[in-house]
Nanobody, 115 residues
Framework: QVQLVESGGGLVQPGGSLRLSCVASGVIFAIADMGWYRQAPGKQRELVATITADGRTSYADSVKDRFTISRDNTKRTVYLQMNSILHEDTAVYYC?????????WGQGTQVTVSS
C-alpha cells in the first residue's frame, strides 16, 4: 500500500524559507513522476510543482523562481525548497503523483506565513 508522509512545514515570516519533505513507501519511487500540491483555506487543492522520474521539473506561475522541487531516489523522498515566501503561500502542502489517478492523500504539512 502506498504511503506518502509530508513534513517540514511550520510558521515562517514573509521572505523566509522552508524545505518540505515527502517520503514515499509502497511504490517503486524511482520511476514515479511526483508533484507537490497545496490547499489554502476555502480554496481547492492546486498543483505547485512536478518532477519527473528523470528530473525534469515544472512549476505553477505563482511559485516559479521561488520554489524548487527535487528528489532523492535513494531516500524515496521528494523535496520542495520554498524561498521568498509570501503570505499567499499559506496552505497545507501535500505530495502525490504528478497526475491522476492519485494515491491516497497524506495528512500534509501546514505552512503558515505570518509576520
Amino acid at each position: 500500500q502506498v504511503q506518502l508522509v509530508e513534513s517540514g512545514g511550520g510558521l515562517v515570516q514573509p521572505g523566509g524559507s522552508l524545505r518540505l519533505s515527502c517520503v514515499a513507501s509502497g511504490v517503486i519511487f524511482a520511476i514515479a513522476d511526483m508533484g507537490w500540491y497545496r490547499q489554502a483555506p476555502g480554496k481547492q487543492r492546486e498543483l505547485v510543482a512536478t518532477i519527473t522520474a528523470d528530473g525534469r521539473t515544472s512549476y505553477a506561475d505563482s511559485v516559479k523562481d521561488r520554489f524548487t522541487i527535487s528528489r532523492d531516489n535513494t531516500k524515496r523522498t521528494v523535496y520542495l525548497q520554498m524561498n521568498s515566501i509570501l503570505h499567499e503561500d499559506t496552505a497545507v502542502y501535500y505530495c502525490n503523483w504528478a497526475r491522476a489517478p492519485f494515491a491516497s492523500w497524506g495528512q500534509g504539512t501546514q505552512v503558515t506565513v505570518s509576520s
